[in-house]
Structure formats: structure tokens, C-alpha cells
């Protein structure tokens, strides 16, 4: 099923975790712990300074120049979630995960779909059923 598409390897929890531990493997797991950053985010309560908190952490964590994780997205998009800032919400970096989305899903992911992990997963599938 997760060879179907993105979407469904992002849509299922064990999927995702996959293709987590497969990035990791690559040592290129901060779009993918960005992309689970920003649908936490969503999810929060309206609780404006828990928002303005965890935004300011993703902020520093993924997006900042000196950031840690540095995702690898254009500068103008890092630009318009720098501005961000100054409003938070929980749909800030909408722009920037989709850019993340994107790239995970034309670069990772057939990478993923083509490696020795997921290939394996489908052998020990295959006998277990």
C-alpha cells in the first residue's frame, strides 16, 4: 500500500515510521521531523502562547539559519516564516512544510520505495501472511 503513494505512506502511523527510520539511515531526517513538528502544531489547542511557543521552537529547531535540523527550503519561503513570527499561528509554516512535502515525496520516497528496508518489510510480510 505505501508503494501506491506519498500520501499513503504519510497516512499511516507504522508507514511513517518507516520512512522515518529510513531517512535517519540517509542522516536526512529533519524534513520529516519538521513535517511532524508542523502537524503537531495543527493539532494544538488554541492556547495563543502554547502556539507562539512551540512556533518560535520549530522556528529555531528547523528554519533559522542557524538552526540545528535546517531544512532545506528557498530563502524566500524562509523569509515569508520569518515574518511569520510576529503573528504566530498554527498555520504558519503551511508554505514551508508543503515545499518539505514536496521534496520528501519527489526525493525521498522513491528512494525509500527503492531501498533494502522496504524491500525487506515486503519479503517478512510476505511470510508472515
Not at 507504522?14 to 495543527?42: I, T
Request: net charge negative; charged share 35%.
Amino acid at each position: 500500500k505505501w508503494s501506491d503513494s506519498f500520501e499513503d505512506l504519510m497516512a499511516d502511523k507504522n508507514g511513517q515510521e518507516c520512512f522515518r527510520q529510513f531517512l535517519k539511515s540517509e542522516f536526512s531526517d529533519e524534513n520529516f521531523e519538521f513535517w511532524v513538528a508542523c502537524e503537531n502544531l495543527k493539532n494544538m489547542s488554541n492556547d495563543e502562547a502554547a502556539i507562539a511557543s512551540a512556533c518560535q521552537k520549530i522556528f529555531m529547531e528547523f528554519v533559522s539559519l542557524k538552526a540545528p535540523h535546517q531544512i532545506n527550503i528557498d530563502s524566500t519561503t524562509r523569509e515569508e516564516t520569518l515574518d511569520n513570527l510576529q503573528r504566530p499561528s498554527r498555520t504558519m509554516f503551511d508554505r514551508a512544510q508543503r515545499r518539505v512535502e514536496y521534496l520528501m515525496e519527489k526525493d525521498s520516497y522513491a528512494r525509500f520505495i527503492s531501498s533494502d528496508l522496504y524491500r525487506n518489510l515486503l519479503k517478512w510480510n510476505r511470510v508472515k501472511e
